[in-house]
């Protein structure tokens, strides 16, 4: 390869100034990535509020409503991502590779662990809130629609998938809202108990 080819080289073999400032952008957004993981709650708040700003913005354009719909589907993809288990049970029932949920009561505790992380799926709602409000921007975006049609299928469309979720949840005996191990009260602590 001939000096200057690599991407983001300039021609004497140092990286270009728009390339440069491209890589740090990126670094400096995975910094405050970085830093805001510990912060769920508030990150949350966040997303909450950017998203009722955007549907504030929708009312009062009375228009996007297509964009809105499918900001709502890939939301709903996201949440049904966030519920599922990394290893689908129905895949693992007849081989025994690796870990698997536990279908009886004494069987070992395992910990859930989801399909999308809750952090992916923040940052991942986050964006699609960003480029749907991006969309409302441009006059391209706003498809003419009957927008209480959307409104019914997307509810359909919410209740049908939740429906076969939980139906999933149900069948394989797992909850996605777990926070680590049970707790088991010993004898010392009946003893407490009782005493007081």
Not at 88 to 109: R, W
Not at 165 to 173: E, G, V
Request: net charge positive; charged share 20%; aromatic share 18%.
């Amino acid at each position: 390869m001939s000096e200057g080819d690599s991407v983001g080289d300039s021609v004497h073999g140092k990286p270009s100034v728009v390339f440069r400032f491209f890589t740090r952008l990126g670094q400096i957004y995975q910094s405050w990535l970085d830093k805001s993981t510990p912060y769920t709650a508030v990150r949350w708040v966040a997303t909450l509020g950017l998203s009722f700003i955007y549907m504030i913005r929708v009312y009062l354009l009375q228009g996007w409503y297509i964009v809105t719909y499918a900001l709502g589907i890939y939301h709903l993809n996201l949440f049904i991502a966030f519920l599922s288990p990394k290893v689908d049970p129905s895949l693992m029932e007849d081989s025994d590779d690796g870990p698997s949920l536990p279908t009886k009561q004494n069987e070992e505790f395992r910990p859930f662990i989801r399909r999308l992380p809750e952090f992916k799926f923040w940052h991942s709602a986050t964006k699609g809130i960003l480029v749907a409000m991006v969309c409302t921007f441009f006059e391209a975006f706003n498809v003419p629609v009957f927008w209480p049609i959307l409104v019914m299928y997307f509810i359909m469309l919410f209740c049908i998938t939740m429906k076969r979720q939980i139906k999933h949840m149900i069948k394989y005996r797992y909850i996605p809202f777990t926070h680590g191990k049970r707790k088991y009260r010993g004898k010392e602590d009946m003893g407490k108990t009782f005493a007081s």
